[in-house]
């Protein structure tokens, strides 16, 4: 699937509308939490996990750009502690079966203008942002997504759902770009349309803790996704022996209580960053600047080892990666307890599948993801 940014003419015999296998059932109370591509599968499963009475409806994906998953809770309030999603939006309108043509513009304006969950949207906004402005008159803006091939324009699209709110009746709307009380995302999926009004604000992608920063540092919402991954308990021993800024460490402090939290990098101002993020909080927590194929550990003396390893992208190249890999993942399960968790992404499929050939590493479980547009993979290793 492929956005198509102009328009053009399509080969096709006459306009018929186009059923998306199974449509959504828009009702009350439908969140949808975003993620970056392959993670929505580890959102849904925080969110069963974490908020009473929550249930997935289904899932969707804007290729290269976002996983969606389309939920169901009872009251919004919960759903800001989710330390997987990027963003979460309240569903407010829906529309199945729409043709690619430029005649669909006049249905996607009517299903805008007359979108039935605008005004609960709203509401949900202030019980999950307080402080957020809810009166009678409202600034908003419209981000556009398109996905599949149409033949009109992502700014044809934007256009028409803007005229749409503007038709609408239950408020005076206003829009403004720049001063936005309002965001709504829609989003065009091969044939259907969703309407949506952001719940969240950028607080919850970057997180405020995050003030040291580092090249190809994971977001935290992926490094929670990690984290979530090798199934916390209480009593965790959590090593990242390639802790960067200190990320993932940090998210999995949020997730529940540990033991320790142990994170070692080679790289000194990376450990400066760690530092700095972590502060004087999530203790206890050790940081070193250890070699992750000398570890001064013990024998099986950690419960959990959840790391992004190198990519011989940024750092290293593929060639020292086919060297060090074999050695780092022994080191690794030389700390790792019996019924012990490795949790490892990777841009190095290749040299991965290798390495499962020659059974350096065994894993139970794989995740294709996206990480910024680059595909990856995430690997999930037991030891038995």
């Not at 994906?61 to 309240?90: H, Q, Y």
């Not at 759902?161 to 239950?170: H, T």
């Amino acid at each position: 699937m492929r956005s198509v940014e102009r328009a053009r003419p399509m080969r096709r015999s006459p306009a018929r509308e186009r059923v998306a296998p199974h449509p959504v059932r828009l009702g009350p109370n439908l969140y949808i939490a975003h993620t970056q591509p392959g993670f929505e599968t580890i959102a849904a499963d925080e969110i069963a996990a974490q908020i009473r009475g929550a249930r997935e409806i289904t899932r969707r994906a804007v290729p290269d750009r976002a996983g969606m998953t389309v939920f169901f809770a009872p009251t919004p309030k919960p759903i800001a502690s989710l330390r997987t999603a990027e963003d979460i939006f309240a569903l407010a309108g829906y529309r199945a079966g729409l043709s690619p043509e430029t005649s669909s513009l006049d249905k996607i304006r009517g299903a805008a203008r007359d979108a039935p969950f605008v005004e609960a949207g709203i509401q949900s906004r202030v019980l999950f942002s307080p402080g957020s402005r809810a009166g009678r008159r409202l600034r908003f803006r419209v981000v556009a997504r398109m996905a599949g091939e149409h033949e009109f324009r992502r700014v044809d699209f934007q256009r028409v759902v803007e005229r749409g709110i503007l038709e609408r009746n239950d408020r005076t709307w206003r829009l403004d770009e720049a001063e936005a009380d309002v965001e709504f995302w829609v989003t065009m999926i091969d044939s259907e349309f969703f309407v949506t009004v952001r719940l969240s604000d950028d607080r919850m992608r970057h997180r405020d803790y995050k003030t040291a920063h580092r090249p190809a540092s994971l977001r935290p919402a992926t490094a929670a996704a990690l984290a979530w991954l090798s199934s916390p308990h209480d009593d965790d021993v959590v090593l990242d022996p390639f802790c960067g800024a200190g990320t993932i460490l940090i998210e999995r402090a949020h997730l529940g209580r540990y033991s320790m939290l142990l994170g070692s990098d080679r790289d000194r101002a990376a450990l400066a960053a760690a530092e700095a993020n972590v502060g004087n909080r999530y203790k206890p927590i050790q940081l070193e600047n250890w070699d992750a194929g000398s570890l001064p550990l013990a024998d099986r003396s950690v419960n959990a080892i959840v790391t992004n390893l190198p990519w011989g992208i940024r750092y290293g190249t593929h060639g020292e990666n086919r060297k060090l890999y074999p050695r780092w993942f022994a080191e690794f399960d030389r700390v790792l307890k019996s019924g012990g968790t490795m949790v490892l992404l990777t841009a190095e499929w290749q040299l991965m599948r290798d390495l499962e050939r020659g059974r350096k590493i065994a894993p139970s479980r794989t995740l294709r993801v996206s990480i910024l547009g680059t595909p990856a993979t995430i690997y999930i290793c037991k030891k038995s």
